[in-house]
Structures are given as structure tokens and as C-alpha cells.
């Protein structure tokens, strides 16, 4: 193909703000990171011995990531279904479940985590109602648990997964499953064969979204997981801001970059896989 | 088509002139600006509503603010060296001396603040000067515990069952496991002794949060005993919160919050105003009033009845700590409590 300037003119001002705002800032990051001390005076490599050598930031790299896939696996689970109603829906109630989707995303995140303490509290409102059914004699832990911050981070990173998944099924051919029952395959078996993997694309984009967005949210991760739970943003925050080692902020912040980044590929490759295996 | 390129002509000759009049008026009006780095929050609040216009009042001097935590302003700071992106930094001890090491401070001339004889001794330095105090003890819910008497009650029963502990984070989390490290043998330097207490009752402790969601953990009855400062408790007791203020039997805790000239700034002269302002005893009077408080450092000020003394000079028999010591050693102590408390 040839090459068209006035074509590439056109992302030329998103490429500078990328390069600006992105590449540069990465660059400093790998060049503070290969310091050796926290005044950023002597070159070497010993930040990075430090941090990797150290088998408490393996497990917190194991935990980080973990909590993502538990993260992914929790808001699928809800948002599937969901995203079904949808595509049963008349357009009226699909503009409703659209605008309860987008809902959680009007307000700040930071309200939503607060709002988290609130709910998973030991006085909050899923505490009470479990006491006042009966199905429990004291109130549970939820508040700084993993179980607890994968459902305060389910309920925030939903709208994350439905939208794109949302759009990708709103442009799905509806006679194609009416071939497939027109054809005598059951609702579960046209589900499974026609509806999934056409949405796979959708679910595979929204699902890296939300593992991306949750391995790194650090508000909700410290204020609703406490500090018992150790994720990787915790440390960049300490070594950054609160004891100005910036050497090892920036070891801890590229580890992340890269844990975050095999997560996202791991999903993608597991998204083609699984369509090449529907199809 | 003319006569649209006309008005729009027009219009922006007009808007041009318009905006470099009003440039002009504010530069004529004001005798200048000066910018402040602030804590958001609490202190962002209180000083919009009592300094801004007692400086404009004094001085003709413009506040403007921006919202920064202590740590936040010495990395900005640090960031761009000589060009800092405000004028004056409001710091807590741990930061203030992390700042002097980095060489982020204009010197200080106390000599030009009118109310330095306002204030009690060793409240200024060649560095910068005190604007207020934080008193750190214990904070509780008397309908829920009986009333704890020293810091080593936060470790036992009933209360550990009950405790909201942070970690190193903030200076108030520093001081007070200093404290309770002291009460088993350890010093300022030596946090070891708590670590081993905790270590033995750690399965017991109700919530170990992130600092800035204490208040709300304690309020949500998540836990209903911590180590808090004076201003926090007032602040809950405003909301309805059932806590109550200890001082604890080897002293409550006391450090200072100052002020300090970033170095570079072009705004010298007006920072002392900003200064001179904030020290000032109806500001320091404005401050201390709920939904404020602050402690306040100037003497002309009727301590509130909340407080844990009746006078400012009371506080110099309050513990205090040497952060040239605990700086260095912090970033270690950080990272033990981070493996300590993740199970």
C-alpha cells in the first residue's frame, strides 16, 4: 500500500500526545528504575535485585493478578446473563437496561468505594440483611477480604464488561438463532454454538478492560481490602509518595505494567483460541 | 457571508479587548497573588472560608490553593526543581525534614511576621514557622468499651477485638506505634517489641485500613478503638459518632504542622503575608471552631473545651519525636508491617 501523508496527518496530533503524554513518561520510568539508590545518583541494577529477589513481591505479583482473574471471572458470570436479557429485550427495555449499565459510571469511583465500606461493613446493609434472615449468627467478614473487594470490584468494573459486549451483541443478526432453533437446536445448544462465540469479541474486549482496570485500582484495592491484602499498586504508592524511593516505585510500577500486560494477552490469546474452537 | 465574517470579527476584537481589560483591572485591583500548596479536605475547606479573605482583607493578597498532601507536595516539588509549582508548602514533620534534606525551602526570616510574639517558643525556625498542632492519643466508643487507659490496652482485651490499626503511612500511624513500641521497650528507633506484640494478637485486630478511611471504618462501627488525633475525633463527634478522646498514661503525642517558602518561588513577600495571616488570631480563633478543628499555635486563642490541655504551653510536656530518626528509617519499617499484616 502506498503511503499517504495527508492519511497519516490525521493521527499525527494522537500520536504526539501519545509519544507526550505516554512513551516519554515510560521511558523516564525504565530509566528511573535502573537506579541504584533512592536519590536517583548511582546506576545499576540493584533496585531490581532487591524487588524481584524478594519472595514477598512474588506473592504480591501472584495476588495482584489473582484478584484480577477473580475479578473477570465474577463479572462475567453477572454480566452474561444479563447481556441474554438484553438481547431478549424490546428496545425500550434495552435503553433501560443501557442506562442502569452506564449508571455506576456517573458517579466518582471514589464515592462508589466509600459506598463499599457502607455496604459490606459489618453494620452495612448486606451484613444486617443476612442477620435479619437468620442466615447467620454474627455478622461475616467482607470488609477487608478478598471475597469482599472481588464483589465491591465486580459491582464497579461491570460497566467495563457490558458496554462493549452490549454493543457487540446489539449488532448480532437475530435470524441466525432463529436458524438455529428453525434448525431443532436447543436453546442451550444455539446459546453455546451461535450466540456465544459471536459475542466472544465483545466479552474477550470487555474482559480485558477489567482485568486491566482492577489489577490497578488502587483506591478500591487499599480503602475496601485494608492493608492485610498487599497488591502492587500499594507498594508503588508507598515507595513513590511516602518514603520517595522512586527507583523502586518504578521497578514495582513496570512489574505491574508487565503482570498487567501478560494478563491482558493471556485473555486475548484464550478469546482467539475459544472462537477457533466455536467456530 | 461578509456580514457573518464581519461580526465574528467584531466579536472576537471585542472579546480580546474585553479579556485584556479584565486582565488589566485584576492586575490594578489585587497587589498580587500567592499560591499554596494545601491538604485537601478538611484544611482546603477551612482556609477557603477563613484565610482567603482575611488576606485579601490585610493584605490585598490572593489565595490561590492548590490541593496537595504533604508527601504529594515534596514529590511535585522534587519534580521540578527550582521552578516549584507553588509558593509555599503546609508540611507534617516526616515530609518537612525530608524536604529540608532535598534542599526544597527558601531560608526564613521569623522577624517578618507580626504576630511572632503571638506565638509560644520554638513554634518558628530558619526554615519556616508553626501554623498548627495535632495531638495524637487514643480514640474509642464508650458505649461499646470501657475506657482504655495507656496504649498498651490497644493490644489487649477487650479492646484489640476492637482496634482499627494503619500502618507507617501517616505521621499519626508512625508516632503512635512508636509509642506502643516505648511501652515494651522499644524507642523511636526500635519499633521491633510492636511488631512482636502485634504478631501475637494480629488474628484478633477487627480492621487494618487504609488511612484516610479510619473515620469512615469507625463510623460504619468497623472497628471502635484507634490511635487518631484530636482533630479527627472532633470532627466525628460533629457527625454524631459515639468517640471520645484519651490521652494515654505516658503522654498524648504532639507535632507540628508548618509553612515553609518553596525555594525559587517569585513570591517571597507575599508568602510571609499568607503566613503572618494564617497565625493571626482571628484565623487561628476562625480554625479551631467546628467544623475546623484545628489547634491552634497562637497564644491570644482560648483553647476549646475538647482539648487535652488548657494552655499551649501544656503541650511542651507532650511526647515529641525526632523525624531526622525516623525518616532513614521508615521505608524498611513500611515494608515489615506490609509482610506482617498480609496473611
Redesign the interface.
Known sequence: MRFRWAEWQLVLPLGMAYAAFFLVPLALLIAVSVFADEKITTLGLATWHKFLGDPFTWKVIFDTVKLGCLTVAATTLIAYPLALVYLGAGPRWQRVILFVVILPLLTSVVVRTFAGIVILGREGVINQTILWLGLSPAPLRLLQTEHGLVIALTQIEMPLLLLPLLSVMSRMDPSLRDASAGLGASKWRTLFRVTLPLSLPGLVAGCMLVFASCTTAFISQFVIGGNRLVYLPLLIWQQSLVVYNWPLASVAALTLLVSVGLGVAAISALGRRSRAYAV | MTHGRFTRREFLATAAVASGTLALGRSAHAKGSVTAAMYPGTWEEAFRAHVVPALKKAHDVDLEMTPL?A??Q??KA?ASRGAPPFDAFVLDPGPRV?GLDRGLYEKFDAKRLGNLGRLPAGMVDEWGVTVAAQVVGIGYNPKKLPRPKSWTDLLKDPWVSRLG?????TTYGTVSIIEISKQFGGSETNVEPFFVEMKKVLSKVA????P??MP??FQ???CDITYTNTQTVATLRGRDVDIEFVKPESGAVAFFTTMHIAKGSREVENAYKYFDTVISAPVQAALMQPPNNFIPVNRDVKLAPYLPMASLDEMARFVRHDWSKINPL??SW?ER???E???
Request: charged content about 10%; cysteine-free.
Open positions: 498532601f508527601v504529594d515534596i514529590a522534587q525530608t490499626m494503619t500502618g507507617f503511612q480492621t487494618i485500613g487504609a484516610a478511611s469512615a471504618l460504619q462501627g468497623q521508615r521505608a513500611i508491617f506490609n509482610k499484616v498480609s496473611k
